[in-house]
């Protein structure tokens, strides 16, 4: 079994030029995508967007079951971006919600607009199809109808859980650590926290009720606390690493591994609780996708205290990567409670949030797996790939 599916690899960066790309390519590709995205297109019929790129425009718009391209005075929405921003979006370096993230997005309009319009383009550009209501199913090994409130013990089958992983997107795992660790730990992020500090550069602050600055994440944790870098190192967290056989190999460096969050009570002001997202959200997801967050609680978390919660199967859906579930999405959405010492997983491309905690905080640590680097081999098939989900009309140059 497989989580990994990226189809693109670093290198130069394509040259696009906007009125090639709208005038010719787009075009091209949507003629070449009609039938596949028809579906798409009768479910979630998308409003007109007007791209600005520096000085010229184009409009995206649906003639009857089919999607057109053209030049012309701006209608409905209007996304404003440059040359660069274009390129980059093509590549699948970017998304729009990585725009909104660093302050670059301009949208007169709507952003529900921008972000199905989004989807359209990428499903064209790699070929691949928006989700549809009921094309994700759930199966067991045995062709049965898959329970999504399954949980897991630490000794069961690998292949058990990595089955269940790769169609539902999460995994949760009972008593993977024992009570007095997780004290351990939590005695720890007492001690490290006068060592963080607001524009530290490795911590997250938020702003409570009475107007106290928190702070809410800690990053750089297994460098500040033994016992974390030991869980950490644990062969129970690396076996979850080991459960797909992509090879996953642990993020960062030691000291670089773990975050520790605390989630108290009354955020009014900063990111604590984040909303419904993909960890590709930003961009990437064809060069990285998919990597494992492991959620460690250290106290317990449910519907008052700050769980997790997952959209079942959205790692096999193309939905809105962010900030809100998509209108009409039939996916289902699964909370995870957690007792203390029990393990969350979650494929970067499956959709999750933090529920705020609404009558005790709550503490736990996050460390990651990600994909292996590519070997030269594999990098060739790689780069075939890519080739393929770039836009073919388009000079690039590689």
């Not at 930003?282 to 700050?306: E, F, K, N, Q």
């Not at 709550?362 to 292996?372: E, G, I, K, N």
């Amino acid at each position: 079994m497989s989580v990994d599916v990226r189809t693109r690899v670093d290198g130069d960066p394509a040259v696009v030029e906007p009125a090639e790309f709208f005038e010719a390519a787009l075009p091209h590709l949507f003629a070449d995508s009609n039938e596949r995205l028809t579906p798409s297109l009768q479910q979630r019929p998308p409003r007109p967007l007007t791209v600005s790129v520096d000085d010229q425009r184009w409009t995206l718009g649906v003639d009857g079951d089919r999607m057109t391209c053209g030049r012309g005075p701006a209608t409905g929405t209007v996304l404003r971006i440059d040359a660069e921003q274009l390129a980059a979006l093509i590549a699948d370096q970017v998304t729009p919600m990585g725009w909104l993230a660093t302050g670059a997005l301009e949208v007169h309009g709507e952003l529900s607009d921008v972000l199905d319009w989004w989807l359209l383009l990428r499903a064209a550009i790699d070929g691949t199809t928006p989700h549809v209501n009921g094309a994700v199913v759930f199966l067991d090994r045995h062709g049965e109808p898959l329970n999504l409130q399954s949980s897991f013990a630490p000794d069961d089958p690998a292949e058990e859980m990595a089955w269940f992983l790769e169609q539902a997107g999460y995994l949760h795992i009972k008593g993977v650590f024992s009570q007095a660790e997780m004290s351990a730990v939590s005695t720890e992020m007492d001690l490290a926290a006068p060592r963080y500090f607001e524009g530290d550069g490795r911590s997250w602050w938020a702003t409570l009720k009475d107007g106290t600055h928190a702070l809410v994440r800690m990053q750089e944790f297994d460098a500040e606390s033994r016992t974390a870098a030991e869980l950490v190192a644990d062969e129970r967290l690396a076996r979850i690493g080991r459960l797909t056989g992509d090879a996953h190999v642990p993020s960062g460096w030691d000291g670089k591994r773990v975050e520790a969050l605390f989630k108290p009570l009354g955020v009014t002001r900063g990111i604590s609780d984040v909303p419904w997202h993909k960890d590709c959200a930003l961009g990437r997801h064809s060069y990285d996708c998919c990597g494992l967050t492991v959620g460690i609680s250290v106290t317990a978390g449910g519907a008052t205290s700050g769980q997790l919660r997952v959209v079942a199967g959205s790692h096999r859906a193309l939905v809105w990567p962010a900030p809100s579930l998509q209108p009409g999405l039939d996916l289902p959405v699964v909370d995870l409670a957690t007792e203390t010492g029990d393990v969350t997983v979650h494929l970067s491309c499956t959709l999750h949030m933090a529920q705020p905690p609404v009558d005790r905080d709550r503490r736990v640590m996050y460390t990651s797996f990600s994909l292996p680097t590519i070997d030269d081999g594999a990098q060739t098939g790689r780069q075939q790939l890519r080739r393929m989900a770039d836009a073919a009309p388009l000079n690039t140059s590689q």
